[in-house]
């Protein structure tokens, strides 16, 4: 069964930097991309980042140039930097996973999520 697991979540000033951490368990041998969403109070959940199986990568435009998304050599955790943050930033952060080659923007995609991290950002 695949589990995700994140971490790295808190309190930080605009400006500042956080970097979140998602180990994925469970998935064998398959090929996968990981992702990075979140959600607002009273909002809906938002696509923030994702990394396919071979490396590529797509952000949101809110993100684009402040948060830089990786895996580990094993590619089994993922990791986001996020840089330059804004109190609008705030949000719970959820890690997905998919199956298979591509990227994709959509929540109905993955059908694995972690519990979610706070972030928030002071201003």
């Known amino acids: 069964q695949v589990q995700l697991a994140e971490s790295g979540g808190g309190l930080v000033q605009a400006g500042g930097s956080l970097r979140l951490s998602c180990a994925a368990s469970g998935t064998t041998s398959s090929s996968y991309a990981m992702g990075w969403f979140r959600q607002a109070p009273g909002k809906e959940r938002e696509f923030v980042a994702a990394?396919?199986?071979?490396?590529?990568?797509y952000y949101a435009d809110s993100v684009k140039g402040r948060f830089t998304i990786f895996r580990s050599n094993a590619k089994s955790t993922v990791h986001l930097q996020m840089a330059s943050l804004k109190p609008e930033d705030t949000a719970v952060y959820y890690c997905?996973?998919?199956w298979g080659y591509g990227l994709d923007a959509s929540t109905t995609e993955y059908p694995y999520w972690g519990q979610g991290t706070q972030v928030t950002v002071s201003s």
């Open positions: 997905a996973l998919r």
């Open positions: 990394v396919s199986w071979s490396g590529s990568i």
